[in-house]
């Protein structure tokens, strides 16, 4: 790995990503690994598990990417073993749930020198900043919610507002999550189940009607707002977005009130280093702050749009990249 010579990163995916990793743009991680070897970096990809500390030293097994015919693959030889320190840039994108193992990867990077190396998201932000929970960091974008794991709590709330939704505090694509009204006959099983007979809480929160039109995916890149967005659509049979297929999504466009709102979100959030963020938003209430693994829906703006999107996501990728390395000014948002 001469560093001198390019810059080198390291992508942290999920498990089924490495499974699937070639020809699989569905996911932001194709596009930005195919986009950053076009452009001579040194590309490198690990899991969860591939982390490592030997002493104090945070350390990784990867494997090499390449492009070969406008495709990307990896060298499926032995992983070879690496100091995270020596890379220039870390992706940090393993999809949830935030359980044990997510936290002790995470983990890792307490050993990681973030002023030498730029951590996209830093796990370290990452394990203090709940995707879901911490939504009332900026009460005056949310619907209104309770995080609770007390029965009567969460009756009480969906009594109150008459229709609710309740999620898990640690999982992603609509996983856990359930609609409940006055007239639910399985509230109680479906509260149990959630919240572990009452040890595990959840987050609920008051039904917005306007979900039934899809919820809009806002994308963030250190203080940076994309004009371009797309709205995910309830799958069939469905209350909300459950399936990945072009069907499913609509062409969308910001409001001035939005971006307002999301610009607002991403200078706090890129103080603490959490720079790549995708909010959820449902009649100009955020319902989701996603900084573990946000789907950029590169493909999907694309065909909706008739634009290269991964090209202007890059350019203010490397801007940022930039003037953190102290290469060039702050980008101009």
Known sequence: MNCEIKQSILFVIDDLELKYFEFNDLVTNFWLIKEFLERNFEVFITIKSGLLTESCI?????????????????????????????????????????DIDYINACNVFDYVDSEKTILINNPVAIKNFNEKFHLNYFPQFAPENIVSANEKDIKDFVREHKKAIVKPLNRCFGSGVYYLDTEERNINAIIKNLTNNGKTMVMVQKYL????????????????????????????????????????????????????MAQEVAKRLNAVELYMVGLDVVDGKIIEINVTSPCYFIREINAHNNEKFQNILMEKLIQLIEHKQGKIPAPVC
């Open 58 to 98: 945070a350390k990784t097994r990867c494997y090499e990417a390449y492009l070969e015919n406008g495709n990307i693959f990896y060298k499926k030889d032995e992983p070879k073993k690496y100091i995270i320190d020596d890379f220039d840039i870390v992706f940090f994108r393993p999809d949830p749930p935030v």
């Open 209 to 260: 009607d306007g979900a039934i039109h899809g919820d809009k995916r806002i994308l963030i890149l250190g203080e940076h707002v994309f004009d371009e967005c797309i709205t995910k659509l309830p799958g069939k049979d469905d209350f909300k977005f459950s399936i990945h297929s072009d069907k499913y999504f609509e062409t969308s466009k910001l409001t001035e009130q939005e971006k307002k």
